[in-house]
């Protein structure tokens, strides 16, 4: 960690109008960091994706998902969710229905705006596993007759989806078709296997458009929109466009900032702890580590750092809660894992109580000392985000916010944030435990005494 004072520490943060981020208790010298030559490569490949031209280094690709925040890109997307608010009036009650990126950034947004008691048109479940307890649990009190399902899958072919959809239908009165072509919206890629007729609507999105960087695309904006009315979608795109923009237009932007730290972190640390205060942000944990792993958890494109860990071990929890589960190992244990604390602004006493908690384990990790005759060393990393716009602007603020920041690391690693072939791997070898005298198909065995 640098060797600076107290006072030198505090005054390293950087204000925006939606927020503040404190960096000074990092360890890195940011403005040295910024110095470096490889940043001016950053954001030129930042500025390519934002435009829409870069391509996915695997596939050949654009990668797009930039688009869909520029002003009135998705208006008849708008449009037609309006559209389909009426003609789906008679439904209560939105299951939207996804695995991974097809539901995690819905599963957020659905957490802050409950928290922030935004009013429902509609009530909205989520179901994220083919696992029939979990199915039953998620409709257990539903008229499953009054509510309309989501279904998202770029690819139209997820296993698990389907599975859902068969589970639910097979406790119905209606034939396959007929519960489709009646009951179910299909949010998916272009020219996939759900782009077609088998449902009562469907709105296909482009193929640039990675699982992980969708929650501004249909795929969240559908379920968002019927569940918490239209009128939500813009200011949250805008807020999505003001982050981008910033990441392009300024080398001191947020995003730029958190990727820069977290570079020069990962020669020394393994681990990373992302624990965020407050109910707003309490899925943010499941977000930022789909986006932190499935992105940077690979070697460079041409393997010549292979070894490197370009991501992070990931341990993530809601503050204060993990005060009481792992912070003890945050305050003493080897090695040092860094902490990204973040939060928006109190609007209640409780709230208050809240952040003064966070500052003190920051503050705690930082200066160390000796408690109960116990030693803690001190200097251990952290930074702050603070939110301070409660609004959809500053909900897809954060959000862009991330995902630019994943995307610079990227590019300072040289690692394709954009593919994710682990993934794919384990389709293929899933796929295969059903061939008899499969690797698979014998351990299998094994596990069921077979």
């Known amino acids: 960690m640098v060797d600076v004072s107290l006072d030198e520490c505090l005054l390293q943060r950087l204000s925006t109008p939606h927020g503040t981020f404190f960096y000074g208790f990092s360890g890195v010298d940011v403005g040295a960091a910024l110095g470096d030559s490889r940043i ?85 479940i989520a179901i994220t596993s083919h696992d029939e307890w979990h199915i039953q649990r998620q409709l257990q009190g539903i008229d499953i007759t009054k509510t309309l399902f989501i279904v ?67 795929v969240s904006l559908v379920s968002l929109g019927l569940v918490w009315g ?29 990727a820069v730290i977290r570079y020069h972190q990962m020669n020394q640390y393994a681990g990373l702890a992302i624990v965020p205060y407050g109910e707003v942000l309490a899925d943010s944990g499941l977000l930022l580590s789909q986006l932190i792993c499935e992105s940077l958890g690979k070697p460079t494109a041409d393997d010549t750092k292979d070894g490197v860990q370009h991501a992070p071990i990931v341990v993530s929890g809601v503050g204060p809660g993990a005060q009481h589960t ?6 003493q244990g080897t090695p040092a894992i860094p902490v990204e604390f973040m939060m928006f602004s109190p609007k209640t006493p409780n709230q208050a109580h809240l952040l003064r908690q966070m500052v003190g384990q920051s503050v705690a990790l930082f200066e160390g000392g000796v408690e109960n005759g116990a030693y ?62 499969s690797t698979g198909d014998l351990l299998v065995r094994a596990l069921l005494k077979q």
Not at 326 to 331: D, E, G, V, Y
């Open 40 to 124: 001016n490569d950053c954001l030129a490949h930042f500025r390519d994706l934002r435009l829409q031209r870069y391509k996915n280094p695997q596939t050949g690709s654009l990668v797009t998902h930039h688009r869909l925040r520029e002003p009135g890109a998705q208006a008849n997307l708008i449009d037609k969710i309006r559209q389909w608010d009426r003609d789906f009036s008679a439904f209560t009650t939105v299951c939207h229905i996804g695995m991974g990126g097809s539901v995690t950034g819905m599963l957020f947004l659905s957490r802050a705006l409950s928290a922030w008691n935004h009013p429902q048109n509609r009530r909205f």
């Open 230 to 258: 239209a009128d939500h979608i813009r200011p949250f795109l805008q807020g999505a466009h003001e982050a981008d923009m910033e990441a392009d237009q300024s080398p001191n932007s947020v995003a730029l900032i958190q």
């Open 376 to 437: 803690f060393p001190g200097r251990r990393p952290s930074t702050i985000w603070m939110m301070h716009s409660h609004s959809m602007v500053g909900l897809g603020y954060w959000v862009a916010s991330i995902e630019n920041r994943i995307a610079c690391e990227g590019f300072l690693q040289e690692v394709n944030a954009f593919d994710q072939p682990g993934v794919e791997l384990g389709k293929r070898i899933t796929q295969q435990t059903y061939e008899s005298g």
């Open 326 to 331: 792992f912070f003890q190992q945050l305050h």
């Open 152 to 218: 998202a899958s770029k690819s139209g072919s997820t296993v698990e989806v389907a599975a859902v959809l068969t589970t639910i239908i097979a406790h119905q009165h209606k034939t396959r078709a007929a519960f489709l072509g009646s009951q179910v919206i299909g949010i998916t890629g272009d020219q996939s296997a759900y782009d077609c007729g088998l449902f009562a609507a469907h709105h296909t999105f482009d193929n640039g458009i990675g699982g992980r960087f969708s929650i501004t695309s249909a």
